[in-house]
């Protein structure tokens, strides 16, 4: 009996244990971008592997909208990357240089991807699989910003200020980039369906409209006119949802 007795303690401990890992692993999924969310897999060997994968697709493929979507995914595993390094290595004296290096493939790979949707643009930018595409790039880019602007808040401050430095360029091209691909409403239309994704989480919303708000001040005056608008609609929305808590 007594020997039951701790068996089925040891399998309780255990069966709690095991739960509050779980719990709390989501728990902390749940405050940053996920893989899933980029489309892409854990750092590891197997993502190691299918970023192979893609290296050599990209050489062979023709399609540049195809070409582009496995660029995009090369760029989100490198900022995937760094941010596992920023975690693992925080206070490692060769954090910013390791970092340099994972930014600048970063963003040859979203040189790329810019250079050929401008070219798209000009020849064929009424296509459905241009629009989706341009759909797919808007919000990966939102969430690249939202994984550098998290990894800021977990450096030392000489790290962080070149992380700033390097969003900043980054955003300053991606608003450069967008405001020549498509005019106001578009641009307009394409944040707002981001923003009022239901499968947005609180936290990443708000960091959203933070880099919305950033945005503004990176793109031509047309654009600029549909971010103020979007922000007022942000705005009016956030009291409107008060109210009617207030109500209930």
């Known amino acids: ?28 999924e749940g405050l940053e971008i996920t893989v899933e969310e980029l489309d892409i897999e854990k750092p590891g060997i197997f993502s190691w592997f299918m970023n192979a994968i893609d290296t050599v697709q990209i ?14 995914k090369k760029a989100s ?36 991807i810019n250079n050929r949707i401008q070219q798209l643009k000009e020849e064929d930018s009424n296509s459905d699989e241009f629009k989706n595409f341009l759909d797919k790039y808007t919000n990966h880019q939102l969430k690249h910003q939202e994984i550098l602007q998290k ?8 790290v962080m200020e070149k992380i700033q430095e390097k969003r900043q360029e980054h955003l300053e091209k991606f608003g450069e980039v967008m405001s020549k691909l498509q ?3 578009e641009f307009k239309e394409r944040l707002s369906n981001i ?11 708000a960091r959203i409209m933070n880099t919305i708000e950033e945005l503004e001040e990176t793109v031509e ?18 009291l409107e949802q008060g109210n009617q808590k207030g109500k209930n």
């Open 77 to 112: 595993r490198q900022l995937v990357k760094a941010r596992e390094f920023v975690q693992n290595n925080a206070d490692d004296e060769n954090l910013q240089n390791r970092f340099n290096q994972i930014d600048e493939k970063y963003q040859g790979f979203i040189n790329r």
């Open 151 to 158: 990894l800021e808040e977990q450096v030392p401050e000489a």
């Open 59 to 72: 050489w062979i493929t023709r399609d540049p909208i195809k070409k582009s979507e496995l660029e995009l």
């Open 183 to 185: 005019n106001r409403e």
């Open 195 to 205: 923003l009022n994704n239901t499968r947005q989480r609180v936290e990443s919303r």
């Open 221 to 238: 005056e047309g654009i600029k006119g549909a971010i103020q608008e979007l922000k007022q609609q942000s705005t009016q929305q956030g």
């Open 1 to 28: 009996m007594f020997k039951k007795i701790i068996f089925c303690s040891l399998i309780a401990t255990c069966l709690i244990f095991c739960f509050s890992f779980v719990l709390a692993e989501e728990t902390e």
